[in-house]
């Protein structure tokens, strides 16, 4: 169950984890018995709880306290090293491992009601014959609509082991009454690749979300594809993506760079120098490639781009990178939670690490992109200063920096102009996504004469009277615009809007070739793909 990835925070991603670096999970005897011993030891607090425990006058909640305290002494580490509690677990793992059991929908809660946004191909729920737009109104005979339940709530109730079964009642539009629906839960497959395809007759195009424990198979599967397709070169899109496995990552840069190539290493107070080479010839190796990259791609989305940067391999095309560069170890608790920790730093070729300052100040860390904002970095490259010791050189010659994310060799700023405040405030307050969700939910049996991502494309079009639908419900919000930030605005809606209708309609397969029209760093690529062949 991919609960509204769309629309997540990707601070929140990267504060969860989602850009873990790279984990082992140790256990019990194994995992003490490479620790110095003093530093198991019994500590001051093993001995103030013993002596709690043993004299206290009146109850109290021993694993609460240990939680809080465990919890607190994570706090004092980087925003990295964190405690996930047995309750959390899986939700923190589910998105790195691939797979999980549950009953395959995306789903929104919706005045009150959980809706069904799409449900995964071949899933449990599209076998027995679950529809996007589906209301769940009862699950297992318990009312669920109108009774406040929250994401996590709803994911408790649908997911489970595999084999076992739940039952939901849910309202559809034009049926009358409830329609229930018996589901066998099974192995969800969660995708790192959001999409592939061509841009044009030579051009692919790659988007990958995380690096989770089936990313380089998945990788390697849609390359193959377009590579079948006539591909010769590629766009590797790597924006957002705030990690995962550093072992992925090194061997999706395996498929650009030449065997023995140096693509990683990492070093930590306990932990040797460890490099991570290119081990066989990559089946990319002859494609050219741009690599987009901006704020939010991190940690292991930033050893791809670093590598294939310091090894002079292909262009790297946005705006600076998150500057993560510290790998975390999951070691598993004897009450099945965890904790990860940071061990070490990772470098790129060059000897670069890219992590960014933190002063110990973790809300000023993770919201460290509104400086750059506030600063001006994302609006011109110009505002970036680095200190000459951060400075690296690459084998042929190109200056690269260290210290704070992966610079781009080409920079992409923000566009910043007055006229797109009205049409940014509807976007970035979630107006015109909603209306377009909206507006899918109530047109959907219409829609449904539309069977292709293609043909959707070539026919549907964002009409006046859909604007100004559009138009209303920001007003409703107090969201009003001039009539010359209005055009703007009917201007760039006839592409979002109509991208965010496809992707209800067709997931991802159908955001991206629409969204392309608008996507100044996917033009800029391009262009400089264009260049690079002609010299």
Not at 143 to 157: E, F, I, Q, Y
Not at 293 to 314: H, K, P, T, Y
Request: hydrophobic fraction near 40%.
């Amino acid at each position: 169950m991919d609960h509204n990835r769309k629309t997540g925070s990707a601070l929140l991603m990267i504060f969860l984890g989602v850009l873990v670096g790279y984990f082992v999970v140790y256990a019990g005897e194994k995992f003490f018995s490479r620790l110095n011993p003093k530093v198991i030891a019994p500590s001051k607090y093993d001995e103030v709880l013993y002596y709690i425990n043993n004299m206290y006058v009146d109850t109290f909640n021993v694993s609460r306290l240990e939680e809080e305290a465990i919890t607190a002494l994570m706090d004092e580490l980087d925003p990295h090293s964190q405690y996930i509690s047995v309750e959390e677990f899986n939700a923190v793992n589910d998105p790195l491992l691939g797979s999980f059991e549950g009953i395959g929908v995306q789903f929104r809660i919706v005045d009150d009601t959980v809706m069904i946004v799409n449900t995964v191909k071949g899933g449990p729920s599209e076998k027995v014959g679950i529809m996007a737009g589906d209301r769940i109104v009862f699950v297992n005979d318990s009312l669920v609509a109108g009774t406040k339940l929250k994401n996590d709530d709803v994911m408790r109730l649908l997911k489970g082991p595999k084999g076992t079964k739940v039952k939901v009642q849910n309202y559809r539009r034009g049926v009358k009454g409830l329609t229930e629906f018996t589901i066998t839960r099974d192995v969800i497959p969660t995708y790192s690749v959001d999409v592939a395809y061509m841009l044009d007759d030579v051009t692919g195009y790659i988007k990958l979300s995380r690096f989770s424990a089936t990313t380089h198979s998945e990788f390697v599967k849609a390359a193959k594809q377009l590579r079948s397709e006539g591909m010769l070169q590629l766009v590797f899109d790597l924006r957002g993506n705030g990690g995962g496995y550093l072992t992925e990552a090194v061997d999706i840069a395996d498929e650009f760079l030449p065997k023995g190539s140096l693509v990683v290493f990492t070093e930590g107070r306990y932990r040797d120098k460890t490099r991570f080479y290119a081990r066989k010839k990559g089946m990319l190796e002859d494609v050219p490639v741009v690599v987009l990259i901006d704020g939010e791609s991190a940690s292991a989305a930033e050893i791809v781009a670093g590598a294939l940067q310091d090894n002079d391999r292909g262009t790297i095309v946005g705006r600076r990178s998150f500057g993560k560069g510290l790998v975390q170890e999951q070691v598993m608790l004897s009450d099945k939670s965890a904790i990860r920790v940071t061990v070490s730093r990772y470098y790129t070729p060059t000897g670069r690490c890219i992590q960014k300052p933190f002063t110990g100040n973790k809300e000023a860390y993770l919201l460290e992109s509104l400086d750059r904002y506030e600063n001006g970095e994302l609006f011109s490259a110009d505002s970036i200063h680095f200190n000459d010791s951060l400075k690296f050189v690459t084998p042929k010659g190109k200056v690269v920096y260290g210290g704070g994310g992966i610079m781009p060799d080409v920079y992409v700023p923000l566009v910043n102009d007055s006229t797109e405040y009205y049409f940014n405030k509807i976007t970035n307050l979630g107006i015109l996504y909603q209306y377009a969700f909206d507006y899918c939910d109530k047109h959907r049996q219409e829609l449904k004469r539309y069977k292709t991502v293609a043909d959707f494309n070539k026919s549907f079009r964002v009409t006046d009277a859909i604007f100004n639908e559009l138009v209303a419900e920001a007003e409703k919000k107090d969201i009003k615009g001039n009539e010359a930030e209005k055009q703007v605005a009917r201007r760039k809606a006839d592409i979002l809007l109509k991208a965010y209708i496809a992707r209800d309609l067709f997931d991802d397969e159908g955001f991206y070739p629409v969204y392309r029209d608008m996507d100044d760093m996917l033009k800029k690529a391009l262009e400089v793909l264009a260049s690079e062949k002609n010299q």
